[in-house]
Each structure stands twice: as C-alpha cells, then as structure tokens.
C-alpha cells in the first residue's frame, strides 16, 4: 500500500510577537503542590524554587509560553503557533499519559506558561490539582468532541480520550487551540488562525487517502486488533472494526482472561495482523499471536510521540505512519 504522503513543514512562520509579561507562574502553583503532597507523589526531599529556570534562561523574549500536558497536543500548538509561542510538554516522548505524576523536572521546562493545553475526558486530570490557583489560560483539546465510550473493563460508559487519533477530531483540537492562542494574543490571531486551517487541510487530505486505502481492503480483513483500545474514533472514520487486550492503558494489562478472550476471536476469525503500541509491551499480544498463528504486524503510535530523530515526531507523522502500517498489513 502507498505511504501516506503529504506536503507541508513545521512551525510555518507568520505574524509579530507579542509584546508584554508572562501570566502567573505555572510552575510555582505545580512545584509547590507537589512538594506538599510529596508522601502521595513518591518525591523526596525539598524544591529550592529559587533555582528552578527563568524566562531568560530559556531564551523566551516575548513569545507566548504553552505548556502542553503531552507531546501529540504540544506538537498541535507549536504548529499553530509558529514563531509566537514557545512550547514545552510535560510528558516526554515515549511516556504514558494516563495517570502520569509529573516530576520536578518534567515541570520545570514549562516554567510561566501563558496557555496550559491539555486533553480533558479523563486522560490528563493529574493536572487539574496543580492549574487551580494559576493565572494561566486552560484550554481542554477535546471540547466539542461528542466522546464514544468505553467498552470494557472498569472504565466501561466512560469516554474513551483518544479522540486526536481521528484525523476529523483532531481537527478540531487544532482550531481549538488556535482560538485559545488568539484570546491570549490577539495580535497573532489571524496568523494562528490561518495555520490552524492550513493544518487542517493537510489532516483532510490525509484522512481521504486513509478512507481510499481501508476501501481497498478486503471486508472480511477490516478489523483491527491492538493492545489498548485506542483506537475507536479512527476505526469509526474509516469502517474499521476495532479489538483490544484491554480498554485503556490505566488498567490491567494482559489479564489470562483478556488474552483468552482475544485468542478465540482472533483463530476463530482468521484475522492475519495484530498490533501493539509504543507505550506498552507486546508480550500479551505475542503470546495471542503464537496461540492463533497470526502475527504482531506493527508497532502503532498513540499516547506518544517518537523523539525528533524517530519514525513520528509529529502529529501528522504519526496518524501517516500508523495508517501506512494498518493498511498495508491487513491487505497481505
């Protein structure tokens, strides 16, 4: 199958800089809950704050400073915003968002954020107890979703948070973002604004190869198997059905009853290709695998980015990638 191609650079540039200081500190709020509620968080020993790093230590002028709870929605604001913003992450690449505990370090490189970006439906709250006394503008990605729900396991009727893996809702972070970054600077709005749409053309010409590719497909093969659940918003787009080891990531992983349960429906169906995450392992599914004779097809990217020098270091990266791999296994 063809690789998913597509036109188009990051962080295009546009616009002039804001001019005037950064909203209350985030980190100050973050560090001191975290230091208050060392006994919980597993940290020890006392934050000096008076050596945690300065704007000018990060070279951040008059740029507008986003702190993004993970690196797919920081990679969203850093192409929306272009030469406006500065934006740090406080998952690195690799990292499992789902009830992630933000460290020292992973908050002190967003130090004064102006906009804190995060994903909302119940993937990101460890943040909520650190924003509540900060100054800064809080947006939540996936407002206007309408969310699915989870299926199985103790978070069954909950919304399932993976809703950027749908290239249509990941639109719609995008416009998200930039009006948020257009209210905290108004005078880049029409610049944010004008990449957002830009962004968004090249997730809809994506998404129609994607449909095109799943089309050619056949029927019988259009099922995907992967460890997390993640993936429901995406195989609705595209007519895919979706199963899974388990729900999401903050639940048991490989259970004997969930890997049972997934050997009888993967012989039973003849299903060729399954798949796994980055975030993960793939031991559950592999055994799977050598139960049915099928084979772990492709390592997907989800919760994650890779870091710059890996195979999805952007967002669009990764849905290319992921939708590259898919296609092309479940046609062999």
């Known amino acids: 199958m063809p690789k998913f191609d597509r036109a188009g650079g990051r962080n295009p540039r546009g616009g002039r800089r804001r001019t005037g200081s950064p909203a209350t500190s985030f980190i100050v709020v973050v560090l001191t809950a975290i230091v208050a509620s060392a006994c919980t968080t597993g940290l ?28 797919i929605l920081a ?68 407002e206007g ?18 809703a950027w893996m749908s290239p249509d809702e990941g639109a719609r972070y995008i416009r998200t973002i930039a009006d948020a970054l257009a209210e905290v600077d108004p005078e880049g709005a029409e610049g944010y604004r004008a990449r957002a749409e830009d962004y968004v053309a090249e997730l809809d010409e994506l998404a129609t190869r994607a449909r095109a590719a799943v089309a050619a497909v056949p029927a019988e093969r259009r099922v995907l198997v992967t460890c997390e659940g993640a993936f429901s918003y995406l195989a609705r787009d595209l007519g895919l059905e979706e199963l899974y080891l388990w729900p999401v990531n903050s639940e048991s992983q490989g259970l004997p009853r969930q890997v049972t349960a997934l050997i009888d429906e993967v012989r039973d169906r003849e299903i060729p290709a399954l798949f796994c995450e980055s975030t993960v392992s793939d031991a559950a599914m592999e055994q799977v695998a050598a139960e049915t004779g099928s084979r772990v097809a492709g390592l ?27 296609t092309r296994e479940l046609t062999t």
């Open 145 to 162: 979703v309408d969310p699915l729900p989870v299926r199985s396991g103790n978070y069954t009727g909950r919304p399932n948070p993976h």
């Open 44 to 71: 020890t020993g006392a934050v000096d704050v008076d050596d945690r790093p300065r704007f000018a230590d990060q070279e951040t002028g008059d740029r507008i400073v986003v702190a993004a709870t993970f690196t």
């Open 75 to 142: 990679d969203m604001a850093s192409r929306v915003g272009g030469d406006r913003v500065r934006v740090e992450s406080v998952t690195t690449p690799g990292a499992d968002v789902h009830h992630y505990e933000p460290s020292v370090d992973d908050l002190k490189r967003v130090e004064g954020a102006d906009l804190v970006v995060s994903n909302g439906l119940g993937m990101d709250d460890w943040l909520l107890r650190f924003i509540d006394a900060t100054d800064a503008r809080h947006v939540v990605t996936s």
């Open 300 to 326: 997907l990217y989800v919760d994650s980015l890779s870091a710059p020098s890996g195979p999805v270091p952007t967002y669009l990266d990764l849905l290319d990638h992921d939708l590259e791999i898919i």
